[in-house]
């Protein structure tokens, strides 16, 4: 589309929208004319929407809509000899048009159109019905489902179908466990916390209408069918078990890796320079910079961890979906023990007099502060927190959701343990899980090649 071209139309846009309903309704009558139906029905509704009441563009709109109509109903005839349901769908949308149509005119149809339109839908919604007992039979209770509901789109009501439709549904719900993940590491909460975290993202972000057949079993379901010591860990026949007890017809059961931790030390040593107010006898006032000794520490601590899960069908005990993820984070905290007093925005990296005569020395400082405290990390920062960070600074694990939040700086004395850092890897990692369900929501067992007891036939 080239640019004089874009203009044009944007020009021809602006004057139509300026344009009064006369104006558009002359230009509806003259695209009618020219064989334009959907362009003139488009002025006479622009010209019905600035003046409801003008007569002449509601006889525009009928026109047009008139002849929309009977063309949508000509294809829809030669449609229909070769493909009824797809004429029937075309039914749907012409009557759809019509009705939202009705605030602007009322579209007319030849007499014989309703019970045409009737006999289409009634050959679709008939098509689908019967696709959807022999999904039924078939043991594909999911497929049922959707050709039950395409059926009642087109007939409200049809036969037994909304019947058929609920048994469907019963059948096609697919429960699923999360059991506590194996963990390699000393901590064996950590599989069972990282489970919890998984499932209670499952919980918000996996339901209908997203997923309309996967359920998400809670905690209580999980936890009334363990004993303490399979909270340590379970194996793979022991998820399957344990998904039994549950009432799951699946089961995620996965194991976490070891944990590959390093931790670097790094300091800033160099003085800042604090801006000093002060009042001569005269009145006036008069700035001067003080350079102040300060040593900051940073640490930075990373860590690297996997997990490997599957999602097993508890019935037949096959694996559905695998998977192995790796995820890592690190965590910087910063420390100095001075404590510097005044307002912490008089101080700064360097002095305005520095900056303004030696700019490679601000480069080097900036540089310097960047590297071992973080980009986002200020030297206000570090003085406030250190004035509120109490004499010890000892991390606890309450701080922790600023690390699940991304937060790149936390003033804290020690660094959180490489445990707590891989819980904050793997907590937010359940993606690919989500990713692996909503695959196999609408899949139906027989079609993963497992075995489906009973049918929906009766």
Not at 36 to 44: K, S, Y
Not at 89 to 107: G, H, K, V
Not at 123 to 130: E, K, L, S
Not at 197 to 205: G, I, Y
Request: hydrophobic share 40%; proline share 4%.
């Amino acid at each position: 589309m080239t640019r004089k071209f874009v203009l044009a139309l944007a020009a021809i846009l602006f004057v139509i929208g300026c344009a009064g309903p006369s104006k558009l309704t002359d230009k509806s009558e003259e695209k009618l004319a020219g064989g334009n139906a959907w362009g003139a029905w488009q002025l006479a509704t622009r010209a019905l929407d600035k003046e409801p009441g003008n007569p002449r563009a509601r006889a525009a709109a009928t026109a047009a809509g008139a002849s929309i109509a009977q063309e949508w109903q000509r294809k829809i005839h030669a449609l229909a000899e070769v493909d009824s349901v797809n004429a029937a769908e075309q039914a749907l949308e012409l009557a759809e048009f019509r009705e939202n149509a009705a605030r602007y005119a009322t579209i007319p149809v030849g007499a014989e159109w309703p019970a045409e339109e009737r006999t289409l839908r009634n050959t679709a919604a008939r098509h689908h019905y019967q696709r959807g007992v022999d999904a039924a039979n078939s043991g594909r209770p999911k497929k049922a489902c959707a050709e039950f509901a395409d059926a009642e789109r087109f007939v409200p009501g049809y036969r037994d179908v909304a019947k058929r439709a609920d048994r469907a549904l019963g059948e096609a719900l697919t429960r699923v466990a999360l059991v506590p993940f194996r963990a390699s590491s000393e901590d064996a909460s950590l599989g069972v916390e990282v489970a919890q975290a998984w499932r209670d993202n499952l919980l918000q972000n996996l339901a209908p209408p997203a997923a309309p057949f996967t359920r998400i079993l809670g905690d209580d379901a999980i936890e009334r069918s363990m004993t303490i010591s399979e909270l340590e860990g379970l194996s793979r026949e022991q998820a399957i078990r344990l998904g039994r007890k549950a009432g799951a017809h699946r089961v995620v059961w996965g194991s976490i890796g070891k944990i590959r931790s390093s931790t670097k030390m790094n300091f800033f040593r160099d003085t800042v320079a604090r801006r000093v107010v002060e009042r001569e006898a005269n009145g006036r006032e008069s700035v001067r910079w003080v350079e102040i000794p300060i040593e900051v520490v940073a640490r930075v601590r990373d860590v690297n961890v996997g997990v490997d899960y599957e999602v097993i069908s508890v019935k037949s005990g096959v694996s559905i979906a695998r998977r192995h993820i790796d995820r890592s984070t690190s965590a910087r905290v910063v420390w100095t023990s001075q404590q510097l007093d005044g307002d912490p925005a008089s101080y700064s990296l360097v002095s305005e007099t520095v900056r303004a005569s030696n700019p490679d020395r601000v480069k080097d400082v900036e540089t310097r502060w960047k590297s071992v405290c973080g980009d986002a990390t200020t030297l206000i920062q570090v003085i406030q927190a250190r004035r509120t960070a109490g004499s010890s600074g000892r991390y606890a694990r309450e701080s922790l959701p600023r690390f699940l939040a991304g937060a790149a700086f936390v003033f804290l004395e020690d660094l959180p343990p490489a445990e707590d850092l891989a819980y904050a890897a793997l907590a937010q990692g359940s993606a690919p899980l989500r990713e692996d369900l909503l695959r196999l929501d609408a899949i139906d067992d027989v079609d993963l090649g497992m075995e489906v007891p009973g049918t929906l036939s009766r």
